[in-house]
C-alpha cells in the first residue's frame, strides 16, 4: 500500500484539472505533490497500448500452496492472483510518485481541514452476479476489515473514526484528526468486497467457494493447491474506463503451483509456464544457459526501475532475551561478511542495503544536521549517543573471506557487554546465566538462504554465539510468523516513494504484541513512535524527507536487524509470444496488466 502526506485535488475549482461529474466540488483526481499528471479528458495512462488486442492465455507460476479465496484474514494461504477479482474506490497511476484517479467512485470531495471525504459512487458498477455496487458495500467492507481483517488494516486506517453511507451511491469517510493529507488517498485504495455475498459466511474462514466480484477477471477451472485459472470478463463494467483502458488483456491467466523451485526452474524452461522474475542472483548469472535462452525463444532481460528498496534483513526478534541486548545485536552486524558472500554466491550483483529507506532521498547519511538535528534535538537525552557523534554505517569486510577485524570488534563488544566462552564454545552471561544461542527460521521457498546462512553460522561460532537454521514448510512458517514464533527470520520491508501510515504497522509500540502484525522486530521505542507521528503529518515533500531520514537514523543505531543487500532492478525471462507497451511504468513491472499476446 502505498501513501500519501500532501495532495492537491485536481478539479474544475482547485486546479484547473478535472471538471466534476457531479457537481462543482466533486473532483476525479488527486496527486500527493503539485498537479495530477494525468489531466482533464485523459484517455489511457501512458505506459499502456490503449490498442493493446484482446486474448491468449498467460500461464504464470505459483509458490508452495493454496487453500483459501479470501486474501484479507490471516488464516490459510491465500491464491496468487486474487487482486484480479475485485477494484478500488481510486486507481494508482504508476509513474507518478502518488496520484489517485476516479475508478469504482467517478467522483470525491474532501473536506478543507481534510477531516473527512465523500465519495460518488458509479451507477453502472456492478458485481458479477448482476447487483449494483453500493455504498452499503463500502460501510460494511471498511468496518468488517477492521474489525476481522488483517492486523494491518487497524494501523493503517488508525484515524478512520467512522464511514456512513449518505445514499445508496455517495458515501462519506470521517477522520479523528484534521491536516492528515495522507488519509484520503488511502482511504481511496481501498478494495471494496460485496455485502451480500458474506452475509451468510464466515468472514474469518478459509473458502474455496468461488466468489463474487467486481473486477476484470473471475476465477475459473482450479485445482486446491495444484492450479488457478482466472477468465477475463468480456463484458467488465470498468473496461473503457480511462484508468483500465489498454489493461488485462489476457482472456486467461492461469498459475501453476511449485513446492520446489529447481523443479519450478526447469518447468519454465521446458515452456509449462511463461514468465519468470528471479530472485537468486546465482541463478539468473549461470542458471539460464539452455536452449531455449541461447536460440532467443525465451528472452532474459534486466529492467531497471526507481522503486524505493526499503530494507531486507535477517530481522533480530526483540521478544526474545538474546536479542534484547544492543551489544550482541551489533557483534551479530560484525560477524556478517557481506562482501565475500556476495561475491562467492551473487556474482557481486547486489548492493548492501545499510537503510530502512535504501535507494531514495530519505536514506539518511553522514551525521544529523540542519532540519533533521532540530527533529532529533529533544530526543537527545532518550537516545544514544552515537546518533548524533557517528555517522552509521554496517560493517564492512575486504572481501577475501578473512574477516578477523570485524570478529574481533564483535568479540570485544560481548566481552565488554558480560558475555563469557563456555566449555562449549557459546558465551553465556556472567550474571544472567543467558546463553547465546538462537534459531534461523526460513520458509522452504527461501531455501537458498542456507548457502548465505553457513559461513555467517561459522563466523559466529568464532565469536561464541551458536545458530541453527530451521526449514519449515510455507503453512508452518506463515503461522509462526503471525505468532512472533521466531527467534531469527528475514524480512523485508518496502518503502514507497511517499512513506506514511504503514510505519506505524512496521515499527509502532502498540503493533509489537498485535499478532499478525509488520512489527517482526517487536520494537517499542516512544521515540520511534514519536517520529512516525511526524513523518504522517509532514506539511511538504521536503519536510516528509527530512522526517524520514531522521526515522531511519535512529532505526539504524538500534542495530535491529543485519541488513541483507537489495538490486534496483527487475530481472526477468519471458517466452517470446508476448508484447509490452514502448514506454515501461518506472513503478511497476506490468506483465499482468499491460503485456498482451502477440
Known amino acids: 500500500m502505498k501513501n500519501i502526506f500532501r495532495f492537491v485535488l485536481c478539479g474544475l475549482a482547485l486546479t484547473g484539472g478535472f471538471a466534476s461529474q457531479v457537481r462543482a466540488d466533486f473532483v476525479t483526481a488527486m496527486a500527493m ?9 485523459f484517455k489511457h495512462f501512458d505506459y499502456v497500448n490503449p490498442d493493446a488486442p484482446k486474448g491468449g492465455v498467460l500461464k504464470l507460476a505459483g509458490a508452495e500452496t493454496f487453500d483459501t479465496f479470501n486474501a484479507y484474514t490471516t488464516k490459510g494461504i491465500a491464491a496468487a492472483g486474487l487482486n484480479l477479482l475485485y477494484v478500488s474506490l481510486l486507481e494508482k497511476s504508476q509513474d507518478e510518485a502518488f496520484a489517485m484517479y476516479q475508478a469504482l467512485a467517478e467522483s470525491f470531495e474532501v473536506a478543507d481541514d481534510r477531516s473527512a ?14 447487483k449494483p455496487i453500493t455504498a452499503d458495500d463500502v460501510v460494511w467492507t471498511f468496518n468488517t476489515l477492521i474489525s476481522e481483517g488483517i492486523p494491518a488494516y487497524r494501523a493503517y486506517y488508525a484515524h478512520v473514526a467512522g464511514v456512513e453511507a449518505l445514499d445508496e451511491r455517495t458515501v462519506k469517510f470521517t477522520f479523528d484528526v484534521t491536516g492528515n493529507a495522507e488519509l ?3 482511504v481511496g485504495e481501498l478494495t471494496i468486497l460485496p455485502k451480500h455475498y458474506w452475509a451468510d459466511k464466515d468472514f474469518t474462514a478459509t473458502t474455496l ?77 549461470t542458471g539460464y544457459d539452455v536452449p531455449a535462452v541461447k536460440k532467443g ?38 560477524a556478517f561478511d557481506f562482501e565475500w558472500s556476495n561475491k562467492q554466491f551473487a556474482y557481486d550483483a547486489y548492493t548492501r542495503s545499510r537503510s ?40 564492512a569486510s575486504d572481501g577475501t573471506g578473512k574477516n578477523r577485524s570485524n570478529l574481533r ?33 526460513v520458509a522452504n521457498t527461501n531455501a537458498a538462504f542456507e548457502r548465505w546462512f553457513g559461513p555467517y553460522k561459522k563466523n559466529l561460532q568464532r565469536i561464541g554465539i551458536e545458530g541453527n537454521m530451521k526449514i519449515v514448510d510455507a503453512s508452518q512458517y506463515v503461522n509462526r510468523i503471525i505468532a512472533f514464533d521466531y527467534d531469527m527470520i528475514v524480512q523485508n520491508w518496502g518503502q514507497s516513494l511517499s512513506p506514511g501510515n504503514e510505519q506505524r504497522e512496521y515499527w509502532g509500540s502498540d503493533r509489537a504484541e498485535a499478532s499478525g502484525s509488520r512489527n517482526y522486530i517487536g520494537l517499542k521505542d516512544p521515540v ?37 543487500w537489495h538490486i534496483p532492478a527487475w530481472r526477468i525471462a519471458y517466452w517470446d509470444k508476448f508484447e509490452m507497451p514502448a514506454q515501461q511504468a518506472p513503478y511497476d513491472l506490468g506483465i499482468v496488466d499491460t503485456w498482451w499476446a502477440k
Open 33 to 41: 505533490h503539485g498537479q495530477a499528471k494525468y489531466q482533464k479528458g
Open 117 to 130: 471525504i465523500t465519495f460518488k459512487l458509479r451507477q453502472d458498477a456492478m458485481w458479477s452476479d448482476g
Open 184 to 186: 484520503p488517498l488511502i
Open 209 to 285: 467457494e468461488k466468489p463474487v466480484t467486481s473486477g476484470p477477471y473471475r476465477i475459473g477451472d482450479f485445482t486446491q493447491g495444484r492450479t488457478i485459472t482466472y477468465e477475463r470478463v468480456a463484458d467488465w463494467w470498468g473496461a473503457d474506463l480511462p484508468v483500465y483502458k489498454g489493461r488485462y488483456n489476457f482472456d486467461e491467466i492461469v498459475y501453476e503451483y511449485y513446492r520446489d523451485q529447481d523443479v519450478s526452474l526447469q518447468a519454465f524452461f521446458s515452456g509449462e509456464f511463461d514468465f519468470r522474475q528471479e530472485y537468486t542472483a546465482k541463478l539468473w548469472a
Open 297 to 334: 525463444n525465451i528472452v532474459k532481460k534486466l529492467i531497471d526501475n526507481d522503486l524505493p528498496q526499503g530494507m531486507q534483513g535477517f530481522v533480530l526478534n526483540l521478544r526474545r532475551p538474546i536479542f534484547q541486548d544492543k551489544a550482541v545485536r551489533k557483534a551479530m552486524n560484525y
Open 356 to 395: 530502512y529507506f535504501s535507494n531514495s532521498e530519505m536514506e539518511s547519511t553522514g551525521l544529523p544536521e540542519g532540519r533533521e538535528l532540530e527533529i532529533l534535538e529533544p530526543f537527545r537525552d532518550q537516545l544514544p549517543a552515537a546518533v548524533f557523534t557517528q555517522a552509521f554505517e554496517v560493517p
Open 409 to 441: 570488534v564483535a568479540a570485544l563488544l560481548l566481552d565488554e557487554a558480560g558475555y563469557v566462552v563456555g566449555d562449549d564454545g557459546i558465551r553465556v552471561h556472567r550474571e544472567t546465566g543467558e546463553r547465546l544461542s538462537f534459531e534461523f527460521l
Open 528 to 564: 520511534v513512535d514519536a517520529l512516525i507521528e511526524e513523518i504522517v503529518s509532514a506539511p511538504t515533500r521536503e519536510e516528509l524527507v527530512v522526517r524520514c531520514r531522521a526515522l531511519d537514523r535512529v532505526l539504524q543505531h538500534g542495530w535491529y536487524v543485519v541488513p541483507n
